[in-house]
């Protein structure tokens, strides 16, 4: 009989300070998970000062939680896993550090994982994957489509030219005068409001799986201000809904044709944004067509968590992956 493998995953890379015990790869022993989003709402956004220092104050007793719900003990602990990059480096490092020590002190082997990797493992944690499989993954950071053929295995098909999906959300709410972060409160508007505004859809050239956001972003922010200087009224609801039509047409659109190009047999979406319910009904409608599986994890499993850390994690060490002591936060870590 297989042994059971009980990993640890821990996550600092931008402004939850999150551990995860996880067994077997996908049976979620604990995930305790310590936001800061209250620290940095009045700045508008992270402040990665702020985001390193909480990671400090934070990361043992989360540490601790994580041990106490999980109820094994360090000898059952197969290895530790952590987010090495991309990130906040100060935030980053706190994990990798922390990781490191623990590695160390208990004698465990140690794993460095790609945020990304984390975020499409996360749906891991709900069904089996079947291979080929294609990730739209789309967060604060990132905005990718990302095919793989098997377990850790990431080719990167399309990724955006300049703003993430989220950063769009967030950068639009900041106009609408929504808190940060504002991708939540822009999904709420948006299901109040109608499309009115004609906003543009960037398709780039034919065939490409690249996004681009910024031409949107500034479509949104001219037609604000030329309102405004007109004296005119724009219902914001209307804007968001307008907004995050165009958003989620063109995710929708480049998914399924990369789904149809490279013949997939599940297509799973990950990261932050895709806890967005206008994106959520529109690739249900689109995939329930045809007949590959969509996978989309519950809410609290789309947004920064180290469950997801742990799971990508197994599959790295069950790989024979391993990271030397000389392991760094890499806040531009490719993902391969
Ligand atoms: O994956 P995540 O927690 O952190 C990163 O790795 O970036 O994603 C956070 C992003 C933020 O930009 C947030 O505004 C966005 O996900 N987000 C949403 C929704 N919920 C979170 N965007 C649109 N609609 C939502 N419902
Ligand atoms: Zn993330």
Known sequence: MKKDTYIMGIETSCDETAVAILKNGTEVLSNVVASQIESHKRFGGVVPEIASRHHVEQMTIVLEEAFNQAEVTWEQVDAITVTEGPGLVGALLIGVNMAKAIAFAKQKPLVGVHHIAGHIYANRLEKEFEFPLLALVVSGGHTELVLMREHGNYEVIGETLDDAAGEAYDKVARMLKLPYPGGPHVDRMAAE????????????????????????????????????????????????????????????????????????????????????????????????????????????????????????????????????????????????
């Open 193 to 336: 409001g109608e499309e009115t505004i004609p906003l543009p859809r960037a398709w780039l050239e034919e065939g490409s799986f690249n996004f681009s956001f910024s031409g949107l972003k500034s479509s949104v922010i001219n037609t604000i201000h030329n309102a405004e200087q007109r004296g005119e009224k724009i219902n914001p609801a209307d804007i968001a809904a307008s907004f995050q039509a165009s958003v989620v047409e063109v995710l929708t659109k480049k998914t399924y044709q990369a789904a149809i190009k490279h013949n997939v047999k599940q297509v799973i979406v990950a990261g932050g944004v895709a806890a967005n319910k206008g994106l959520r009904q529109a690739l249900n409608e689109q995939f329930v067509k045809t007949d590959i599986p969509l996978l989309i994890p519950p809410i609290n499993l789309c947004t920064d968590n180290a469950a997801m850390i742990a799971a990508a994690g197994t599959i790295a060490y069950e790989q024979g992956n391993r990271s030397g002591w000389d392991m760094n936060a890499n806040p531009s870590l490719v993902l391969k």
